[in-house]
C-alpha cells in the first residue's frame, strides 16, 4: 500500500513539477477565471439579486476547470508519454489518482484568486460557499481526468472533453448553487459529498480500462 | 374535439410518427445493404471467374 | 440469422403489437377519466411507459457494458451501442410527449418544475455525447472500452441526477405539480401494465432488428475487405 502511495505522490509531483517549469496552465486558468468575472459583471443588469451573482460564479468554476481539463494529458499526448506511463510498473488507477490530485491543485489554486476576487467585485462569501466549491472540486476533477483520458484517445479532443463533462457536472452546478443559496445548506453538502464518493470510486475503478493498450 | 383531445391524439401520433421514420430509415438501409451486396456478388463472381 | 432468432423476432413483434393495441384499448376504452386532470391524463399511459423503456434501454447498455469489460469479449460493445441507441431514441420520445403533457395540464411547453423531464433533458444531453465520442474515436479495443466506461457513468448518472433534481425541486424551481402516480386505481394501473409491457417488447424488437442491422454492416465490410 505504501508502494501505492508513493507511486501516486510521484506522478502528482511530476505534474506540478512540469507546471512549475513550463507555466502554461495555471497562468491561463487565473486569467481567465478573473476575465470572466469581469465579463460577468457586465452580463448582470444593476440590481441583480446575490442569487444570480452566485450561480454566475459557479459557471466560471466549471469554465475554468475545463479550460484547465482540456491540458491535462496534453504534455503526455505531445510526447507520446501516456504509453511510457501505462507501461511503467505502477497500479494503473494510481495514474488517474496522481492526475486527480494535480487537477484538483490547479483548480485550488485558481479558486484562491477567484473566490477573493468574487468578493471584490461582488459580494462577500458566505462559509457554505466555501466549503461548496472544496467539495465540489473533488468531484470535478475526479470525472474531469477520467474524461480528459477519454476524449484524448479521441480525435476530437478538444471538442469532446465539454460535451461529455457538462451533462455529469449538472448534479455539481444544483448542489453547488443549492448549498451557497438555500436556508439549510447541509443537504446540499451532503449531496456533493455523496456525489464526491460515487464518482471518485467509480472512477478510480474504471480507469485502468481506459488506458490499458 | 377538445384541447385536451388534441394533445391526448397529439401525443399518440408523435409515437407513430417515431415507428414511421424509424421504418423509413430501415427502409434505405435495406436498400444500401442489398446495393452493396450486389455488388460483393458481382465482385465474388468476377474473382471466381477471372 | 439463425431460425430461433427469426422466430424470436417474429414473436417479439407480433407480442408488441398485441400489447401496444390492448393497452391503447383499455386506456382509452375501460380505464376511467381521471377526476383531477379529466381526459390528458391519457397521456399517461403512454408517457410513462416510454420514459420507463428509456431507463431499461440504459440500463441493458450499461449492463452488456459490464459485461465487455468483464470478459473482453468483442459483439458486446455493438450490443452495448444498439441498447444506448434505442435509449437515446426513446429519451427524445419521452421529451417529446412529456412536453406535450406539460402543454396541456399547465399551459406550457417546458417547465422547470417537472423533474422527470429536467432529469431527461440531462440524460438527453449525457447521452447524445456516447455517440460524439464513439465516433470520434477510431475503431478498436479502445474505443470499445471507452464507450464502455462512459456508458457505466450513465447509469451511475441517472440516480445521482434524480438526486440533484430531486433536492434542487425543494429550493430552486419550488416542485407544485405532481403526476399521481402511486395510488392508482386497478383499471388504470392494468391498463398501465400493459402499455408498459407493450413499450417494452416494442423497445426489444427494435433493438433486436437493429443490432442485425448493425451486425450485417459489420460483416459486409469484413467481406468487402476479404474481397479487395
Known sequence: MSGYAADVAALAR?????????????????????????????????????????????????????????RAFAAE?????????????????????????????????????????????????????VVAVALADVGIAAIG???????????????????????LVVPVVIGGVGASVAVNPASFLGFLGLYDAVFVILCWASFEYVVTE | ?????????????????????????????????????????RLAREKKDG | MSTWSRNRNAALAIAATGLLVGGLA???????????????????????????????????GAWKALRLLWTRERRYDLE?????????????????????????SWGQWWTWGERQLVLFLILFLFYSSYFMLRYSTDPGP?????????????????????????????ILHPTIFTHNGANLPGTMLVSFCVSLAGMLTLAATLYHVELAGKRIDASLRELRELLA
Open chain 1, 14 to 70: 511530476k505534474d506540478l513539477l512540469l507546471e512549475l517549469r513550463s507555466r502554461d496552465t495555471l497562468p491561463a486558468m487565473l486569467l481567465f477565471v478573473v476575465s470572466a468575472l469581469t465579463v460577468f459583471r457586465f452580463a448582470l443588469p444593476a440590481g441583480s439579486s446575490a442569487r444570480a451573482e452566485t450561480g454566475l460564479l459557479w459557471i466560471a468554476i466549471v469554465f475554468t476547470a475545463l479550460l484547465g481539463l482540456g
Open chain 1, 77 to 129: 499526448r505531445e510526447e507520446g508519454a501516456l504509453d511510457g506511463l501505462v507501461l511503467a510498473p505502477c497500479d494503473r488507477s494510481a495514474i488517474w489518482l496522481g492526475k486527480t490530485i494535480g487537477v484538483t491543485a490547479f483548480l485550488v489554486l485558481a479558486e484562491l484568486v477567484a473566490l477573493p476576487a468574487f468578493a471584490l467585485f461582488f459580494h462577500p462569501l458566505s462559509w457554505e460557499l
Open chain 1, 145 to 167: 481526468t477520467l474524461l480528459a483520458a477519454l476524449a484524448a484517445a479521441s480525435r476530437a479532443r478538444e471538442l469532446l472533453l465539454p460535451l461529455m463533462f457538462l451533462p
Open chain 2, 1 to 41: 374535439m377538445t384541447t385536451s383531445e388534441k394533445y391526448v391524439t397529439a401525443a399518440y401520433l408523435v409515437l407513430l410518427g417515431a415507428l414511421l421514420v424509424y421504418l423509413l430509415i430501415i427502409a434505405l438501409k435495406v436498400g444500401r445493404l442489398e446495393r452493396e451486396l450486389t455488388d460483393l456478388t
Open chain 3, 26 to 60: 383499455l386506456a382509452f376504452f375501460w380505464a376511467p377519466e381521471d377526476a383531477n386532470q379529466g381526459f390528458s391524463q391519457k397521456i399517461f399511459y403512454i408517457h410513462v411507459p416510454i420514459a420507463l423503456t428509456a431507463y431499461a434501454c440504459f440500463a441493458a
Open chain 3, 80 to 104: 452495448s451501442y444498439t441498447a444506448i441507441h434505442m435509449g437515446v431514441i426513446f429519451g427524445l420520445l419521452t421529451l417529446v410527449t412529456g412536453s406535450i403533457w406539460a402543454k396541456v
Open chain 3, 142 to 170: 479502445r474505443r470499445e472500452r471507452n464507450s464502455a466506461v462512459y456508458a457505466l457513468f450513465g447509469v451511475v448518472l441517472i440516480p445521482v441526477s434524480f438526486l440533484a433534481v430531486r433536492i434542487a425541486g425543494t
